[in-house]
């Protein structure tokens, strides 16, 4: 279980996507100096990772498809944002944020739910590719039920490549003791990270460890993420939401 299979055409990544558009979506945050929407913030980050799938997929002027990916953008309901599971190469001729509008709630245990029951069904036609990976963004705390059952359930999931990776991004601009200066030096946040929120201690709890082989793509791109980080980040600028989506895409290539 070491997450060494790479993304190939034969063999491709599937990422989830599971996008909280709650109200305080529209609040502003920090993005290279101005305010932006968080929303937009999360659209141009996610629409980044999309083009670093491509860029990973393309060989001269062909275009592979090495990722499947599924967004399911969620409030008191789950939408399906692609309307299914779709390849990277059809992902690229898409604009699939573009029309997303903020709603109410977060009920976070009910948008884990929906990725339980996609993964049930996908799995047994996953067993020879990297295991999947779901990417949970929020910047607050649930409405309704307690999430944690089911993404712990989720965490059990296996393919012969390792157990389904779960990563959170949490947009939030309390949750570190101390300010991050600079995304490329950070070193990640560790099991025994103190977090200031207690619901992104609770997100802590439910972030897989950063497999070594991602890590390793990362450090490629000039991050400095240390062995033993966890799949979270805080999302307290444009440049941190744009460094979990990158890392979300991080899946080791050919």
């Given at each position: 279980m070491d997450y060494r299979i790479q993304a190939t055409q034969q063999t491709p990544a599937y990422i989830i996507y599971l996008l909280d558009i709650s109200a305080s979506m529209d609040q502003l945050m920090d993005a290279g100096g101005e305010q932006k929407r968080r929303?937009?913030?999360?659209?141009?980050?996610?629409?980044?990772a999309i083009r670093q799938m491509v860029?990973?997929?393309?060989?001269?002027s062909r275009l592979s498809p090495r990722y499947k990916i599924s967004i399911l953008a969620y409030s008191d309901r789950v939408f399906d944002v692609l309307g299914g599971i779709k390849s990277i190469d059809e992902v690229a001729r898409m604009k699939p944020l573009e029309n997303i509008k903020t709603q109410r709630l977060t009920d976070t245990a009910k948008a884990f739910a929906s990725v339980e029951k996609i993964l049930l069904k996908e799995l047994p036609g996953l067993q020879d590719c990297p295991a999947p990976l779901v990417c949970h963004m929020t910047d607050g705390a649930y409405t309704g039920e307690d999430p944690e059952?089911?993404?712990?359930r989720i965490m059990e999931l296996k393919?012969?490549?390792g157990r389904v990776l779960v990563e959170n991004i949490f947009i939030s601009d309390e949750i570190m003791a101390e300010p991050i200066a600079d995304p490329k030096r950070w070193p990640g946040i560790m099991p025994d990270t103190r977090l200031n929120d207690e619901y992104g201690m609770k997100l802590k709890r439910l972030s897989s460890p950063l497999p070594e082989s991602y890590r390793?793509?990362?450090v490629e791109t000039g991050y400095q993420i240390e062995p033993g980080a966890l799949m979270m980040l805080p999302g307290t600028n444009g440049d941190l939401v744009s460094l979990g989506f990158q890392m979300s895409a991080a899946t080791p290539v050919r």
């Amino acid at each position: 279980m070491d997450y060494r299979i790479q993304a190939t055409q034969q063999t491709p990544a599937y990422i989830i996507y599971l996008l909280d558009i709650s109200a305080s979506m529209d609040q502003l945050m920090d993005a290279g100096g101005e305010q932006k929407r968080r929303m937009d913030v999360v659209t141009a980050a996610l629409n980044s990772a999309i083009r670093q799938m491509v860029f990973r997929s393309t060989k001269g002027s062909r275009l592979s498809p090495r990722y499947k990916i599924s967004i399911l953008a969620y409030s008191d309901r789950v939408f399906d944002v692609l309307g299914g599971i779709k390849s990277i190469d059809e992902v690229a001729r898409m604009k699939p944020l573009e029309n997303i509008k903020t709603q109410r709630l977060t009920d976070t245990a009910k948008a884990f739910a929906s990725v339980e029951k996609i993964l049930l069904k996908e799995l047994p036609g996953l067993q020879d590719c990297p295991a999947p990976l779901v990417c949970h963004m929020t910047d607050g705390a649930y409405t309704g039920e307690d999430p944690e059952p089911v993404v712990k359930r989720i965490m059990e999931l296996k393919v012969p490549d390792g157990r389904v990776l779960v990563e959170n991004i949490f947009i939030s601009d309390e949750i570190m003791a101390e300010p991050i200066a600079d995304p490329k030096r950070w070193p990640g946040i560790m099991p025994d990270t103190r977090l200031n929120d207690e619901y992104g201690m609770k997100l802590k709890r439910l972030s897989s460890p950063l497999p070594e082989s991602y890590r390793e793509m990362m450090v490629e791109t000039g991050y400095q993420i240390e062995p033993g980080a966890l799949m979270m980040l805080p999302g307290t600028n444009g440049d941190l939401v744009s460094l979990g989506f990158q890392m979300s895409a991080a899946t080791p290539v050919r």
